[in-house]
């Protein structure tokens, strides 16, 4: 028979092992509670660090899109003398002519390229932030130009941006692009200034565009400065221009401020070129539908020379590659050739 203190004993030792049991439950709840917070502090940390960066990147691109205001505003501000002066010039000329809406805005063309040649530093200078605005978000597509409608503070412009990726070499991209942006298709009463600052890398021309407008025969002529800006690791082309109405779109005008990019790709052998380009209409009539067709043909006149310089810059670029690739073909076979003669 078991005594009263073995009784005891027992029980005690079975008290004692479900209090150890007991704490070892708790203790490994507590681990696992341990373990659970900490993942959740880390995924709380990871979090905060995703939010410090996300407002890292949105405060970056908040003051990108405070300075890319900023130099839109002091842009449309220019455009906006230029256009109160020669509405100025406009309205003395029609007092001259007793108010008649066939006066023409005069102009003298060498003070006005020599205007335009002066500001293509600035608009250099404004490189770098007009394509972190314009083209950051736009990957490389087959078409180059993709045109929208803007108004700052009431001026209205169209922007166009694009990006191109070139399966050539960056300094052949170059070369041929500077060939071509020179608009020598553009000969239509072509007249160009030599007389301009670093003649070597500025162009300075003015052209004639024809087209029709409700079966009647309408034409712009061209005011067009470029220059080149060569970097150490990219090609850079700025440009200015004027479109002034002619026939039926007399007293109308557009002006033009453009940028141009290009430089190697992360791919090999590739070149990336991108452009960007700004025109803002300047209509002296009250004719809107025709003022709107002046415009429509503007932007189809730079729509097409994009184009014509896009297609010939691929077929002058495939041209040079075959006929490197044809010359080695050919060494080739001589260097074949010659060795089969010696032996």
């Known amino acids: 028979m078991v005594s009263k203190r073995e009784i005891r004993r027992l029980k005690d030792r079975i008290r004692r092992r479900q209090t150890m049991v007991r704490r070892k439950c708790e203790r490994e709840a507590l681990n ?11 995924l709380l940390r990871s979090r ?3 939010d410090t960066c996300s407002l ?9 899109l405070a300075d890319e205001r900023r130099e839109l505003r002091e842009e449309v501000r220019k455009r906006a003398v230029l256009i109160h002066d020669m509405r100025n010039l406009l309205h003395e000329k029609l007092q001259e002519t007793g108010g008649s809406n066939s006066a023409k805005l005069e102009h003298s063309e060498s003070p006005l ?5 002066r500001e293509l530093a600035g608009i250099y200078q404004q490189t770098t932030s007009v394509f972190q605005m314009c083209i950051m978000n736009m990957s490389p597509q087959s078409s180059i130009i993709q045109t929208t409608r803007e108004n700052q503070e009431g001026t209205e412009f169209f922007q166009s941006c694009g990006k191109l990726l070139m399966p050539f070499g960056y300094y052949q991209t170059r070369s041929f692009l500077w060939r071509l942006a020179v608009l020598a298709h553009r000969h239509e009463d072509r007249k160009a200034y030599s007389d301009v600052e670093d003649p070597e ?8 565009v024809k087209g029709r407008y409700a079966e009647h025969p ?6 067009y400065v470029m220059r080149r800006y060569e970097e150490e690791d990219r090609t850079v082309l700025v440009w200015r221009s004027l479109s002034e109405g002619e026939g039926a779109f007399k007293g109308m005008y557009a002006d033009e401020t453009g940028w141009c990019v290009v430089y190697s790709s992360s791919l090999d052998a590739s070149t990336v070129v991108e452009t960007c380009s700004r025109i803002v209409p300047m209509h002296f009539c009250s004719d809107g539908d025709l003022a709107k067709q002046f415009t429509a043909v503007v932007l189809s006149a730079v729509s097409e020379d994009i184009v014509h310089i896009s297609m010939n ?21 001589d260097t074949h050739g010659l060795s089969e003669t010696d032996g």
């Not at 890292?56 to 990108?64: E, K, L, M």
């Not at 390229?113 to 040649?117: D, E, L, S």
């Not at 309408?218 to 005011?223: F, L």
Request: hydrophobic letters at 45%; aromatic letters at 4%; charged letters at 25%.
């Open 313 to 333: 810059l691929d077929k002058l670029l495939l041209d040079e590659a075959l006929e490197h690739i044809h010359i080695a073909s050919e060494e080739k076979m």
């Open 201 to 208: 890398n500025t162009l300075a021309v003015r052209f004639r």
């Open 113 to 117: 390229i020599q205007q335009y040649v």
């Open 218 to 223: 309408v034409s712009m002529m061209i005011h």
């Open 32 to 42: 696992w509670e341990i373990r659970e917070l900490s993942k959740q502090v880390e």
């Open 56 to 64: 890292a990147t949105a405060s970056r691109h908040i003051q990108g």
């Open 48 to 50: 905060v660090d995703a």
